[in-house]
């Protein structure tokens, strides 16, 4: 994602006068796109807004012990001597009373136990549920039975799906971690894209999704690199062994690059034709080792760039054409955005595959908006919140939700949202937005908005 594949909102500059005028009133979007309310533009939220809500204060946990104290009544001075039998038959009788008295404080001392503990449990169970957000929590150790939220609704047709920590070196995701994601995410949509496999990210991926029998599919990634043919024979591979491992059953396709035109191509200018070269050579080769797998399917390979990288050339040399949409980086109004991203990706995309020999499939392989803007240190950043009139906030991705979800479904537009879960590391690589795109925080909590039922 970048806004690089977008030019100033006046002069789109897309190749072959395709691009669309951003602020264009099209009669034909006005039944699938109705007007949004005016945004305030101004009102967007702090970092300190999103701080994450899993780690709660850590309750007091040390009891107090418990039990019978007992205060015994001194005897009065004044009482006259006892005899020897009145003494023996006295301690007889105390020793009897404190017997008893013992045995009671013991019995009670259980009772308290038992109340005390259940109540402890109570509370536990209480804390725990409050605490979970938008945590799903599997019952017992059967990962595809988990606790539903109620927010949540089917209404995206595709997600898109980094899981947390997994960037090399360091590698820190987990298959627990993915499957959390893969039962939260499943509520939310049947179709997943990913962008790379290091890390056991495919892997990791096509297991859960088995352990939780969810009903979903996958695109997986694979990231490329043109300086590194080490790094895309790795990436190639790990894809390829994650699909002979679990199979296809789970595999819609593979997304071979992300960007590779865009990131290779002049601010702006004419897509690179060696970099289209090059992807669309790394393509045949994925297909050509797939075959090899001899798989109950034919899984299709295509690749993912920006909108305005989309050529003739690329789209001849992949099963699917896949376009990053951002009406953020395009500058337009929020009021705007949802019609521009179906008018942008129809012109920008679709027309340049239906101009294709081969037809390929079309997606939106990203479109979202971002909720904030912060420093590599975490502080907030004014400066790149707005660019022309997007403005990144809360608020505004309500109302991208709202305007363009069940629209694009109703227009049968296959687009997978940007993204699923704010990715922290590139707060520190990137600053501006880019690290706060997500639906959810990066602890799983869904941010102040409402999911529209579709």
Not at 146 to 157: A, E, I, M, P, Y
Not at 213 to 237: A, C, F, H, P
Not at 300 to 317: C, I, K, Q, R, Y
Not at 384 to 402: K, R, Y
């Amino acid at each position: 994602m970048s806004r690089n594949q977008y030019p100033s909102q006046y002069d789109w500059g897309i190749q072959d006068d395709q691009q669309p005028h951003a602020f264009a009133s099209q009669d034909s979007f006005k039944d699938s796109y109705p007007p949004t309310p005016s945004p305030n533009m101004y009102n967007h939220s702090s970092a300190s807004d999103y701080v994450a809500q899993s780690h709660y204060a850590r309750r007091n946990e040390a009891d107090a012990p418990y039990g019978a104290d007992p205060n015994y009544e001194k005897r009065s001075a004044a009482v006259a001597e006892p005899t020897w039998l009145q003494r023996q038959q006295a301690s007889k009788k105390k020793s009897k009373i404190i017997l008893i008295c013992c045995i009671v404080a013991v019995a009670c001392a259980a009772v308290v136990g038992v109340v005390i503990g259940i109540t402890k449990s109570k509370k536990s169970s209480s804390s725990s549920s409050d605490s979970s957000s938008s945590s799903s929590s599997s019952s017992g150790s059967d990962p595809s039975v988990f606790t539903k939220d109620s927010r949540l609704h089917q209404s995206f047709w595709g997600m898109a799906y980094t899981p947390l920590n997994a960037q090399m070196p360091g590698c820190g995701s987990t298959l627990a971690n993915v499957t959390r994601d893969i039962q939260l995410l499943s509520q939310l949509t049947t179709n997943m894209r990913t962008y790379g496999s290091d890390c056991s990210i495919n892997d990791n991926i096509l297991q859960a999704i088995a352990d939780t029998k969810v009903n979903m599919t996958v695109w997986l990634g694979i990231y490329l690199d043109m300086t590194n043919s080490t790094t895309n024979e790795r990436q190639i591979q790990q894809t390829l062994d994650a699909i002979s491992k679990h199979g296809s059953d789970h595999v819609s396709g593979v997304i071979v690059g992300n960007e590779v035109v865009l990131l290779a191509s002049p601010t702006g200018g004419t897509p690179s034709t060696t970099a289209i070269s090059f992807v669309v050579e790394q393509q045949k080769d994925v297909r050509t080792r797939l075959a090899a797998l001899n798989l109950s399917k034919t899984i299709p390979v295509g690749t993912a760039d920006a909108g305005s990288m989309m050529t003739t050339s690329l789209a001849e040399g992949s099963d699917a054409l896949m376009s990053n949409v951002h009406p953020f980086f395009g500058g337009l109004l929020i009021s705007q955005a949802a019609a521009w991203t179906y008018e942008y990706f129809q012109t920008s995309t679709v027309a340049v595959a239906a101009a294709a020999s081969n037809n390929p499939a079309v997606f939106i392989a990203e479109t979202g908006w971002p909720t904030n803007s912060t420093n590599a240190d975490g502080s907030y950043n004014s400066t790149d919140d707005t660019l022309g009139g997007a403005v990144a906030g809360v608020p505004e991705l309500q109302t991208f939700l709202d305007t363009y979800l069940c629209q694009s479904l109703v227009n049968n537009t296959k687009s997978f949202y940007f993204e699923a879960f704010d990715e922290p590391w590139k707060e520190l690589a990137y600053g501006g937005v880019e690290s706060h795109w997500g639906l959810f925080d990066a602890d799983r909590n869904l941010k102040n908005i409402t999911i529209p039922v579709c």
